[in-house]
């Protein structure tokens, strides 16, 4: 996801910064993407066990007995990594823009795309760490991340921008695979 997610920065700057049509060729890039990605899905066999014939009844929605409070808390998660991630791409565009004095879109996606490589490594690293360790760590480091977030938007400081892309990566790295581990567990 975060190698994705790195691209997508990176490529659809370089898309909009040096290549034609450049509010409408990154969606067709991403509409042919999800184009090949739902046919290799179509193609894939299907490996589920036949189905009984006994017609569709809506079901309740329910938890095995004594994994609540893992799920809330691995929602929880979860939850803040995507605002942190939301709060980062919908302010991050404006703010390097405005800190790195350029309106080169090349340079906006890879000042961008810093936090989703930080995101992966920090991913690869810290597979070994118990979840809720990790869930603890995120939410700590996402809080960090969201302080240095608005010093960056008091002093305008480029250095403390970059170091909100390091910090906010690390931080959504630990909440979400924090999460997802202590749901898998």
Not at 92 to 102: K, P
């Amino acid at each position: 996801t975060a190698v994705g997610l790195t691209l997508v920065l990176l490529v659809s700057g370089i898309l909009a910064q040096l290549a034609p049509l450049p509010l409408v060729l990154s969606y067709l890039v991403l509409l042919a993407l999800t184009v090949v990605a739902f046919v290799a899905i179509a193609l894939t066999p299907d490996d589920r066990a036949v189905p009984r014939k006994t017609g569709f009844r809506p079901q309740p929605l329910r938890l095995p007995h004594g994994i609540l409070r893992p799920f809330i808390a691995a929602t929880l998660s979860v939850a803040v990594a995507y605002t942190v991630g939301a709060i980062f791409l919908s302010l991050g565009a404006t703010m390097a823009a405005q800190l790195t004095h350029t309106s080169s879109l090349v340079v906006i996606g890879a000042t961008l795309a810093l936090s989703s490589f930080c995101i992966g490594l920090t991913a690869v690293l810290i597979q070994r760490i118990h979840a809720h360790l990790a869930i603890v760590l995120g939410g700590v480091v996402s809080i960090a991340g969201l302080g240095i977030m608005a010093a960056t938007a008091a002093t305008g400081s480029l250095a403390l921008l970059l170091a909100w892309c390091v910090v906010g990566g690390v931080g959504y790295s630990f909440a979400f695979t924090g999460g997802l581990a202590l749901v898998n567990r």
